[in-house]
């Protein structure tokens, strides 16, 4: 028996491992769980919104005859191992619809989808002794870290830009804010800098995205647009606004939240290795003495 | 076939980085190195976040020195005691380092302060082992016998004080240069993803003078327990350790591992070390490039902790 064990000591240590590897990440993910719904503090927060908001919000003006209404094609996206970006359909109706036909382009609707918004830190890089390092950074808060706008046609067309400004539709005027207390002053000219650099980096990641004639209507009343969120997107809740106008005129919006969420062995592993990091490390020290020692059990040699 | 890696939270092929754990695993077993300074540099290549690869990669590089210490257990060519001093001081080095790199990180100047150091270590090591087997090939070549260059008899190390005995070594010297040695040896770990045998094997052949059938095994024996430490210390410090990742990387690489040592028993070893100076050079040209060459988007934005 015992010079059997011995002789299969790598698969039976490799098995060993796997079994106390299996109870131990049991452990880990009921302890994330107990200490407060398997959320664990990240080093990189990602702050909630403080207040719990509801779902769907609408907004009548008034004098308006018509009404918007949408809803996503997911309103619970899971973020699985196999998770490589998604693409979410946003639909909607117009309640009262005077539109003779869907190519009229009676009504403009602007779409727009924002992910939580967090703090950045943007970097540039300037040669110092003929090595290019980072030398210079600023801080900005309430930087979206998803955003999309699609629209029936350019939002420029559609809206003044005051009211852009004012309610933040547009690339241009994302209301992210250089954080209090830099490390350095830094200059208006270099905070432009800096605020386009985010713009073009995230434009690039395909996190901030910008659909001129991403809204189609499908019918009289229906309109439809999709939205790509890419794999490298933050988990989270996201808002999507919708908002309805005619003629410069905003005549009614609608907000339904989507949110994006950790699930299965994705959810399990992330929790455990910011929830329980110390125990973390040592399974993952025990998985890898174990592929050691069924390596060598295998392949019957060293593998050095 | 992909996988979303949950710490480095980025999509990434599982047969890419298959093929790039048995590609780095092939040499390491052909060259009979541990291979971590050219797994880590490879990953970050390859778009994870430098100091994930560096976390990552020691869990990496524990299984794969598992089984070769194990090897050199059952062959008695273990120094314990020196082992456990080297252990001593690789902990408290790796224990700083990581710390160094929680600083560094949050200073966003980690992947910078990475690339110079592997410009450096790579570039050096990379030019002796050229010189050398350059020099070994020229004299096999003129038909000489190519004689390993003896070691003297007493060196500045044995003038020190706080003298130990290591039985297995055969020595009777200071503890203060190996404890140094694994102190520096546990730093490089720490901060380039790397075991550091290609610093202590040397060290301990031409600094500290150890008969050289203990070196490799004693090396081996401290990179495991050092290895171990320091995946706990990253991933409970910097949660920078990336267990899917780790999976897939030690996999390709036992079985690169296997076919890199039938291909390198049909090569010599000045060939060898020929061949793995180029690859070396190679890697430090590709991270010089990085520093030197004007970058094509001098900015570059990562997520902050709002605190």
Known sequence: MMRLLLRYRGPVAFF???????????????????????????????????????????????????????????????????????????????????????????????????????????????????????????????????YAIASTRPVEEIVPEEYRALHGIGLQHLRFTPAVGQKDAISTEDLKQYREAIIRLKLNDRLYVNREHGVAFTGKSIFRASIVLPANVTVGPFDTKVYLLREEKLLSTYQVRLTLEREGMERYLHAFAYGLPTLYGFVTVMIAVGAGLLASTVFGRSTH | MQFYLPVAEMSANVLVFLAMGGAVGFLSGMFGVGGGFLMTPLLIFAGIPAAVAVGTEAAQILASSVSGALAQWRRRNIDVKMGLVLLAGGLVGSAFGVQLVGVLRRLGVFDVFVSACYVTFLGVIGMLMLIESTNAIRKSRGGRVVSQRRPGQHNWVHGLPLKVRFNRSRLYISAIPPLLLGLFVGLLAAIMGVGGGFIMVPAMIYLLRMPTQVVVGTSLFQIVFLTAATTILHASQNYNVDVVLAVILMAGGVIGAQFGALAGERLKGEQLRFLLATFILFVCARFAWQLIARPSEIFSISSASSA
Do not use: H
């Open chain 1, 16 to 146: 060993v491992t796997l079994i106390v590897g299996g109870v131990l990440f049991g452990i880990g993910e009921g302890e994330a769980q107990r200490r407060g719904k398997a959320a664990p503090p990240a080093p990189v927060a990602r702050p909630m919104p403080q207040v719990a908001e509801p779902e769907i919000k609408r907004e009548q003006q008034p004098g308006a005859r018509e009404s918007v209404e949408a809803d996503v094609s997911a309103r619970n996206i899971a973020v699985t191992s196999s998770f490589n970006g998604t693409e979410i359909v946003i639909f909607g109706a117009i309640d009262g619809s005077q539109q003779p036909s869907p190519e009229s382009g009676y009504y403009d609707v602007i779409i727009v989808v924002e992910g939580v918004p967090g703090r950045i830190v943007v970097r540039r890089k300037g040669n110092v002794a003929g090595l290019w390092l980072n030398t210079a950074s600023a801080i900005f808060d309430n930087v979206p870290s998803y």
